[in-house]
C-alpha cells in the first residue's frame, strides 16, 4: 500500500471551478491506476472518475462525465481531478485512492487498497 494525499478543496460557488490534486508517498502515483471518488453527509462513497496506471485511459461515472476531467502529471506525479460547473450537489469529501493498473468492467471501490483522507469541497452561494 500507498499513502496518499489530497489537497485543492475549499469553498467554492456554484457555476465555479476546482482542481483537485493527488500524491502518493513511496512510489510514482502515475504508475498506479487512480480513482477520485466522493462522499457527501449521510450518503454511500461514490466512484467518479479512474485513469489507468501507465497509460492515459480515463473512465467516468455518467454523473460526472462531461463536467470532471481527471488527468496525470508524470513530471510531478500527480493525479488531478478537474472539477467543472460546479454545483450544491457536489458538495462532499473527495478521495483519491489507488488499485490495479488497468481497469476492466465495472469500476467499483472494492478494487482500490489504497486510500487518502479526503479533501472537503464545499459548493454554495
Known amino acids: 500500500q500507498v499513502q496518499l494525499f489530497e489537497s485543492g478543496g475549499g469553498l467554492v460557488q456554484p457555476g465555479d471551478s476546482l482542481r483537485l490534486s493527488c500524491a502518493a508517498s513511496g512510489r510514482p502515483i502515475t504508475t498506479l491506476g487512480t480513482g477520485w471518488f466522493r462522499q457527501a453527509p449521510g450518503k454511500e462513497r461514490e466512484y467518479l472518475a479512474a485513469i489507468s496506471g501507465m497509460t492515459h485511459n480515463t473512465y467516468y461515472a455518467p454523473s460526472v462525465r462531461g463536467r470532471f476531467i481527471i488527468s496525470k502529471d508524470n513530471a510531478n506525479s500527480l493525479v488531478y481531478l478537474q472539477m467543472n460547473n460546479l454545483k450544491p450537489e457536489d458538495t462532499a469529501v473527495y478521495y483519491c485512492?489507488?488499485?490495479?493498473?488497468?481497469?476492466?468492467?465495472?469500476?467499483?471501490?472494492?478494487?482500490?487498497?489504497?486510500w487518502g483522507q479526503g479533501t472537503q469541497v464545499t459548493v454554495a452561494s
Open positions: 485512492a489507488t488499485g490495479p493498473r488497468y481497469f476492466q468492467g465495472k469500476i467499483t471501490q472494492t478494487l482500490f487498497d489504497s
